[in-house]
């Protein structure tokens, strides 16, 4: 007989496992190999000291081995003949007992799924760990891209993106059973496994091959009490079925859960573009009641979020100020026509960034940008720089609208938190917003407003988009030094092209270039860029109703 390790596989059983069922084998005589294939799974340190203990023995039990084993052949073919007439009473019994199981399995597949609180506990862990820091502002870099249009909301294919077939490795731990799933869920869908779920039980869940019965691909998992985890126990990933292109995972709820995010940004997105999304995506067949059934959850769901987000605003309010200190988190409503109160803006400033404000850097950045969902809003965001020059987020609001008023409303509540009073001795970044400005003189007539030189140059590439030194030009005057060089990077765009030297004047270049910085913000940023790559790392949360939840 070969050795497991020759073959590539690694068996590993928990004793609270009893489904588990590892095929027959035992070992050569001359006590296994040295080496194992790259397949192998699992830890086999102590297998191998195993080996090395039993190996003294092997060539004893061999000679006995062989002659117990030729005993029993006779003995059960003996055994055989006198069970000949019985036979048919075993198969019946043998039916009745398939019946049997054939019945538990549809109840079975009858158990219902998860609640989405699951769904988005899960989806937070799984944030908190991907997270990556924000991108180095390079100084005096021309960014390589001017398009101001709004950053593309990139949706999930899956809203779980796991990193490699480790997360099934024997002793793996998870916050809970449905995260587990997803896990596994993963793992089939990336490598075309039919699967199947085989054990549903409070605190024991296990997965098995749903397209042959002799195939050992098998995944078990239980809750650790002493942990409180769910641990991987058990697994064996050698699959050599071929791919049917079927996935009995694949059901119409998890279809649903997938195309959630794609469903709120295109509610035309129809069955058969998921179908069709799906075979370019996985390799994998889904029928086109698949699709429909779980487009219809999919949108039900959205439906019910919209609603109780909404709901469950003023408890999110309330959470705020008991679990942050010190925090502001207004809610304006509105009266409809029945006179009841709905929703207009919220504002939410933690009192942790608050407090931490006054160790940053005097400037703050201020821009809108647009959520990405089936009820429109805009979400206004302010960045301050810390003394590290480094993007530190003070303050959102959520509203209905980018106009004057909701600005002045929103720098309103700023000037109050952080006390920057009629605003000496600040800066404030923002684009060329009529209700930008208006609201900042009118809040803060005494901070410096720089205007974020990315969008002079948009408005510049309208008329001079063919010029080749247009950027050159403008970013070299904006990063001007001194007034003697200001005027020098002023004179080489007259010699250059003196119609867009007149356009730069009307711009007012004295407000963005750094000559005529105020002193004492210690900051000679001209762009927003520290706004922008915020907003760019929260798309994923403008896909939903308010970026918090």
């Known amino acids: ?58 060539d004893d039990r061999a000679d006995d081995g062989d002659d117990e084993r030729a005993d029993d052949r006779a003995a059960d073919e003996a055994a055989g003949e006198d069970d000949g007439g019985d036979g048919e009473d075993d198969r019946a019994d043998d039916g009745a007992e398939s019946s049997k199981k054939r019945k538990r399995g549809k109840e079975k597949k009858d158990v219902p799924e998860e609640d989405l609180a699951e769904r988005f506990e899960f989806e937070i862990e799984e944030a908190v760990a991907n997270w990556f820091d924000e991108f180095q502002i390079r100084r005096n870099q021309i960014p390589e891209d001017e398009n101001e249009d709004e950053d593309p909301v990139i949706t999930r294919d899956r809203k779980i993106r796991l990193a490699s077939d480790d997360k099934l490795a024997i002793g793996r731990t998870f916050f809970t ?63 050599v079925c071929t791919s ?21 940004l295109q509610p035309n997105f129809m069955p058969l573009d998921i179908q069709r999304h799906i075979k370019e995506q996985w390799k994998l067949v889904s029928t086109i009641g698949q ?49 009841n109160d709905v929703f207009n803006r919220i504002y939410v400033c933690l009192g942790a ?84 400005i208006s609201a900042v003189k009118s809040a803060l007539p005494n901070a410096e407003h720089r205007p974020c030189v990315k969008h002079i140059m948009e408005n510049l590439k309208k008329r001079h988009g063919s010029l080749d030194l247009l950027k050159k030009l403008v970013w070299n005057l904006a990063w001007s030094y001194s007034d003697s060089q200001y005027k020098a990077n002023l004179n080489e765009m007259r010699a250059y092209s003196m119609s867009l030297y007149e356009d730069v004047m009307k711009e007012e270049p004295k407000n963005w270039c750094r000559a005529w910085f105020r002193l004492g913000s210690y900051c000679e940023d001209v762009d927003n860029n520290a706004t922008e790559s915020f907003n760019a790392t929260v798309v994923k949360a403008r896909a939903k109703i308010f970026p918090s939840s």
């Open 244 to 264: 049917n292109g079927k996935c009995k995972l694949l059901k119409r709820r998890v279809i649903g859960r997938l195309f959630m995010d794609k469903l709120r």
């Open 177 to 239: 059973g449905f995260e587990f799933k997803e896990t596994v869920l993963h793992y089939a869908m990336k490598h075309r496994i039919n699967a199947k779920q085989s054990r549903w039980e409070k605190d024991k869940i296990s997965f098995r091959c749903a397209q042959r019965k002799e195939c050992e691909w098998y995944v078990y998992a239980s809750y650790d009490n002493e942990r409180q985890l769910w641990v991987v126990k058990t697994k064996c990933l050698d699959h």
């Open 353 to 436: 960034m608050k407090n931490a404000f006054y160790y940053c850097r005097p400037l703050i950045g201020i821009d809108g940008t647009f959520l990405k969902h089936a009820v429109k809003g805009c979400l206004f965001t302010a960045i301050a720089h810390d003394a590290n020059n480094q993007i530190y987020p003070v303050a959102w609001a959520t509203v209905q609208s980018e106009n004057a008023d909701n600005w002045l409303w929103f720098l309103n509540q700023l000037k109050h938190d952080l006390n920057l009073k009629d605003g000496s001795g600040y800066v404030v970044i923002s684009d060329r917003c009529k209700g930008i």
């Open 291 to 339: 699709v429909q059934d779980g487009r219809l959850l999919a949108l039900k769901w959205l439906k019910e979020e919209y609603a109780q987000q909404y709901a469950h605003l003023r408890g999110y309010v309330a959470e705020i100020m008991t679990t942050n200190p010190g925090s502001t988190a207004i809610v304006d409503t509105i009266p409809d026509a029945k006179g």
């Open 1 to 58: 007989m070969k050795n497991l390790w020759d073959e590539g596989l690694v068996y590993q059983s928990d004793p609270d496992d009893p489904d588990f069922d590892p095929p027959d084998s035992s070992l050569d005589a001359d006590g296994g190999s040295d080496s194992s294939e790259s397949g192998v799974e699992g830890d086999c340190e102590s297998d191998r000291e195993n080996d090395d203990r039993e190996n003294d023995g092997d």
